[in-house]
């Protein structure tokens, strides 16, 4: 019996000292490795600051509950209202300005006081409503969010952001059947000429909005072992994405998609601008380039086939559309490239501040 719990505690000690030492390593790993972004935060939170918590739009955010967002380019501090927005608690009937998009909109890692939402609002002294989210939001998302849950607050201008592969990849239900397996998420699929039907998946992973935290949210808080694993995951994941594009040359979606990926991105657009007519509001609708699209369009003189299928359809359907591309190109490749972090592909907050410009000059600035 004695020689029992001797090796008992000596395999807790090998134990003990055996993760202790991956751990550390890990920990140096993560110092010394550029490529691992992500970092412990110190604090009891979940792994994610959205989830499929929405039933009809999928991704948002937990009601009146804050986040730390920590990465070696970034450490900031979400918080999110009584709706579930990253934003300040908002009165339904002042007339203010509608924010929609994805996680550029919701500011991925800025600073509120630096997002171009929170820019305007301070310079137009007119409430800005951020109703942006991250977790892969496209437009039938968006369109959704508005028509179910935004129109409601009194508005009289909407301003949607389209950031293009994004937007494209994350409306597609045959790619999000390969890519996000374990996701509740709605698609629009096209029947024939203006009959979509609306199918949601996987409706398993429709999630409640929890505020404990479990022992992988804990890992994760404070070990960096966690954040390693959670690093070559990401590797494996990147190459699966690569296999299911496979592509030889990377799709420019600025200038290539099909007929059926324009005409969900068109419809979800119609159903906006329907709903936004009967709010007695304008639709803004303003294409921000990533990196990835900058360069492949830099020597590209004319405009892209894309801001032209929507300037015709903007025109057909009463609503603007600007593409931020013409204006990036005014910008050498440094200086774009100082638009976003350099540990993540979001714009930071000097992107924000060319957004901010931009859009307050289309929407506020012309007579």
Known sequence: MKNFRFYIKLLIINGTLIILLIEIF??????????VTTRPVFINQPREHYGDYNEIFGAWHIKNSKFRHKKSCFDVDYSFNSFGARDTYRDKDIVSTIVLGDSIVEG?????????SNLLEKRTKIPHLNFGTSGHFGSTQVELLYSKFASKFKHNKIIYIITVTNDFEDDSYEYGKRIFKKRYRPYRIKKSDENFILRYFDTKYLKKEKRSVNFRDILMNYTSTYHVLRYLYSVSLTKRINSVKSNKKIKDYYNQYTEEEL??????????AKYSKINNS????FLFPSMKEYYQNINVTNQSKLYLDLKKHAVENNYFVNDLLQNAKNLDKENFKRLFFN????????????IYKHIYDEVYGKK
Request: glycine share 4%.
């Open 343 to 354: 540990c993540d592909n979001h714009p930071n907050k000097l992107g924000h501040n060319f």
């Open 263 to 272: 005409d969900i991105l068109l419809y979800n657009l119609k159903k906006i």
């Open 282 to 285: 304008k639709l803004y609708v």
């Open 108 to 116: 991925y890692g800025v600073d509120d006081n630096y997002r171009f």
């Open 26 to 35: 890990s920990y140096f790993f993560i110092i010394n490795n550029s490529d």
